[in-house]
């Protein structure tokens, strides 16, 4: 088998609250985190977006339909699942991320992507739902896990031809305007939370040595 260059890690948490009432005030947070860092909602509210929310078609999602969709399916469904997705020495785009997640076939069918560009690393963000706990032993987990990692790989392995395919000078021109986002970016007041926010991230394993 090929090397894979990528993760796909994953944490999930139980919609209830200690009394045993259904609940999606903790992903309902997590979202909105997600969206515009960390904070209260009245500082997340005055922020540009991290990224653009995908659906598991690819179509985009404004956040309040993103904060719909997690307040019906938390309070329907017992198990939030998170999921993040990365590849190394790479940029993929959210398709590209969310073709790698499709995949994996129907193990989760429906959910809600963003890629995150603000950080030092490609990744992006997934929040699905479920009925039933997952055995990340199983075969079948360990499957679906193993396909998308897979995909990934081939997704990277894409860009990469595609950026070492393309002239220099038009390389040039399209870093310009990433990099000018990324000056701007970095001087927004709020943004002193950054820190934090990859510091939180790098719990997951996702930073590259």
């Known amino acids: 088998m090929r090397k894979l260059h990528n993760v796909v890690r994953h944490q999930v948490h139980e919609n209830r609250t200690k009394t045993g009432r259904a609940s999606a005030t903790v992903t309902r947070k997590i979202a909105n985190y997600l969206a515009y860092g960390r904070g209260r909602p009245t ?10 929310w995908l659906d598991q078609n690819s179509q985009g999602r404004t956040h309040d339909e993103v904060i719909a969709w997690v307040e019906q399916e938390g309070k329907t469904q017992r198990y ?8 190394k020495d790479e940029w993929l785009t959210p398709e590209a991320y969310n073709r790698a997640l499709a995949a994996g076939g129907a193990f989760f069918t ?12 490609s990744h992006a963000h997934v929040i ?3 009925d039933k706990q997952i055995r990340f032993k199983g075969e079948s987990f360990r499957g679906w896990w193993l396909t998308v990692r897979q995909a990934l790989e081939t997704e990277r392995e894409a860009a990469l031809e595609q950026r070492t395919a393309m002239p220099e000078h038009t ?5 310009v305007p990433a990099t000018g986002a990324e000056q701007s970016h970095s001087l927004q007041p709020e943004l002193a939370t950054a820190q934090p926010q990859q510091e939180a991230e790098a719990v997951w394993g996702m930073e590259w040595e």
């Open 110 to 121: 429906e959910w809600r992507l963003m890629a995150h560009t603000d950080t030092s690393y």
């Open 171 to 175: 390389l040039s021109q399209e870093l």
């Open 43 to 52: 500082q997340q509210q005055q922020r540009e977006p991290r990224g653009t």
């Open 128 to 130: 699905t739902f479920g």
């Open 80 to 87: 939030t699942h998170q999921l993040i997705l990365s590849v």
